[in-house]
């Protein structure tokens, strides 16, 4: 079983977790066009390589962020929303 | 005989032509370029060849024929989906297939078992009514039954209600079938190559280029290809080739896992499916149990496979066939899967001028391989998109206009 350290609860089997998908920015609610939301809604960066994802700790409904790489299936890093060096946009 | 046989081994003889010829040389021009020499890009080829006369098509391939999810996938073949777009387009395929064995003129072992979605839920009955009734409607014959029909058609189910999940009822698709996947690219490869088509294997697509937002070639690891059309169909890369091409998708790619089991004498006819339960098996004409489940639970491009999928299928393929419980996994595997947000595949014409795109094929592609072929070279020779394809083109999403068949996916997700 492979092995998620989750930031509140610790180490535990990625089998307690489900994925949020790749960290994007939502478009302005008031502003965003049509476009922009059919690109958040449907398209997919699919990226082959190191992102950033949401997860969460399904028993304990927490929500955080992970930084894994999609070809290695690698989980290089996790940590706390607050952590995360940008709220909402990174790479 | 078994005289002639040893005769035959000893005589050093070959018996007829090999299956493909020796590739020619790489040219720096063709009027068409396939990208991916799976069952989808094989029969594109063959297709454009045979129906509107283009022979001058390279089809190219990283890796080696028929070697990605053509030879990764569980070999369903079924009609019973839940839009009419979809039954539609899968219903030609059916018919397709029903040929394909004496046009090809090799032995694809396509075989109408009968296909069995069982449903544990009210709900579950309930979009089974719904299939059979559309299925009904469009000419595919599929019908919902009971748990007496159900062990009358596969005795070997445990229909016990003392289960966590009993069965309730199935939909019925007497047209399900299987065929043996790897005869399928390459009688296609074998018809493309007899009409003048090359497949060049070990030649990889690094870079789609691009003119004045049209296609004019594809820079290879074995120098650039000038094309008068470009057609991608390579499934699980597809976000690579179109981020190359410079237009987005909406496509995560996921694995798919599945194994075979050790073989076993005939002893199950039907193909069983469980939404609910996320299994399907089949049993091979060599006797080998072929047994999938649901796609991997986050985005991946890797084929390896992992102990939690053979446990989850186990504990769930043991409820409902219990006499499975002493046979042995033999093999495992995995292919990397295009998951779209309806679960329908994407084709047609892209943003870029005379390129076009074969992907979105999920967990649904093998079934597919005969209609996509030849609509894909209707679509490409012609620069239309042809009426049965309009439902799958691209720009749906953007025209909020999806097709959602995950209630006929297979498995859930």
């Known amino acids: 079983m492979k092995i998620m350290n989750c930031p509140l609860n610790g180490p535990r089997n990625i089998s307690e977790f489900v994925c949020g998908g790749e960290v994007r920015d939502m478009p302005d609610p008031a502003s965003g066009s049509d476009a922009a939301w059919v690109d958040y809604l449907f398209m997919q960066n699919n990226t082959a390589g190191v992102i950033y994802e949401w997860w969460c700790h399904v028993p304990t409904t927490y929500w955080f962020i992970a930084r894994r790489d999609t070809r290695s299936e690698e989980i290089l890093e996790t940590m706390a929303v607050g952590d995360f060096p940008s709220a909402g946009s990174p790479s | 005989m078994p005289w002639n046989l040893l005769k035959y081994g000893l005589s050093r003889k070959s018996h007829g032509p090999a299956h493909f010829p020796p590739p020619p040389e790489l040219k720096s021009t063709y009027d068409v370029v396939i990208v991916g020499a799976g069952g989808h890009g094989l029969a594109a080829a063959y297709y454009l060849a045979r129906d509107w006369g283009i022979r001058n098509i390279a089809?190219?391939?990283?890796?080696?024929?028929?070697?990605?999810?053509?030879?990764?996938?569980?070999?369903?073949?079924?009609?019973?989906?839940?839009?009419?777009?979809?039954?539609?387009?899968?219903?030609?395929?059916?018919?397709?297939?029903?040929?394909?064995?004496?046009?090809?003129?090799?032995?694809?072992?396509?075989?109408?078992?009968?296909?069995?979605?069982?449903?544990?839920?009210?709900?579950?009955?309930?979009?089974?009514?719904?299939?059979?009734?559309?299925?009904?409607?469009?000419?595919?014959?599929?019908?919902?039954?009971?748990?007496?029909?159900?062990?009358?058609?596969?005795?070997?189910?445990?229909?016990?209600?003392?289960?966590?999940?009993?069965?309730?009822?199935?939909?019925?698709?007497?047209?399900?079938?299987?065929?043996?996947?790897?005869?399928?690219?390459?009688?296609?490869?074998?018809?493309?190559?007899?009409?003048?088509?090359?497949?060049?294997?070990?030649?990889?697509?690094?870079?789609?280029l691009t003119e004045d937002g049209r296609v004019t070639g594809v820079k290879t690891n074995r120098g650039v290809v000038h094309a008068g059309k470009v057609l991608q169909a390579v499934a699980g890369?597809?976000?690579?080739?179109?981020?190359?091409?410079?237009?987005?998708?909406?496509?995560?790619?996921?694995?798919?896992?599945?194994?075979?089991?050790?073989?076993?004498?005939?002893?199950?006819?039907?193909?069983?499916?469980?939404?609910?339960?996320?299994?399907?098996?089949?049993?091979?004409?060599?006797?080998?149990?072929?047994?999938?489940?649901?796609?991997?639970?986050?985005?991946?491009?890797?084929?390896?496979?992992?102990?939690?999928?053979?446990?989850?299928?186990?504990?769930?393929?043991?409820?409902l066939l219990p006499m499975l419980a002493e046979v042995s996994v033999m093999r495992e595997w995995a292919g990397i899967a295009d998951m779209t947000p309806d679960f329908s595949p994407v084709m047609g014409r892209t943003p870029v001028d005379n390129y076009y795109i074969d992907a979105g094929w999920g967990t649904w592609g093998f079934k597919a391989t005969p209609v996509c072929g030849k609509r894909m070279a209707e679509c490409v020779a012609t620069d239309t998109q042809p009426e049965l394809l309009q439902p799958f083109r691209l720009s749906r999403f953007a025209e909020f206009d999806s097709v959602g068949e995950r209630g006929a996916a297979s498995v859930g997700h």
């Not at chain 2, 387009?89 to 040929?99: D, H, I, M, N, T």
Request: glycine share 8%; charged share 20%.
């Open chain 2, 237 to 319: 890369s597809s976000t690579l080739l179109a981020d190359m091409a410079g237009f987005r998708l909406p496509i995560q790619t996921v694995p798919l896992q599945a194994c075979v089991s050790e073989p076993l004498k005939p002893i199950l006819d039907p193909i069983i499916v469980s939404g609910s339960l996320h299994v399907y098996i089949s049993q091979s004409a060599r006797g080998e149990f072929v047994m999938g489940g649901s796609t991997d639970p986050y985005a991946l491009y890797s084929t390896r496979t992992t102990l939690d999928f053979k446990e989850g299928l186990a504990a769930h393929m043991l409820e």
């Open chain 2, 59 to 208: 089809v190219l391939e990283k890796g080696y024929l028929g070697g990605g999810n053509t030879a990764r996938n569980t070999t369903i073949i079924r009609a019973n989906y839940l839009t009419p777009e979809g039954v539609a387009f899968y219903k030609e395929s059916v018919e397709l297939w029903r040929g394909l064995d004496r046009e090809l003129d090799i032995n694809l072992m396509y075989t109408e078992r009968g296909h069995l979605t069982l449903a544990h839920t009210d709900a579950a009955v309930r979009t089974a009514r719904w299939r059979a009734e559309v299925n009904k409607h469009l000419g595919v014959d599929s019908e919902l039954v009971f748990p007496e029909e159900i062990a009358r058609l596969c005795p070997q189910l445990n229909l016990s209600p003392q289960v966590r999940y009993p069965i309730l009822g199935a939909l019925y698709h007497p047209p399900g079938a299987i065929a043996r996947h790897d005869a399928v690219a390459w009688g296609y490869g074998r018809e493309a190559t007899k009409l003048g088509v090359e497949i060049h294997q070990l030649t990889e697509a690094e870079d789609i």
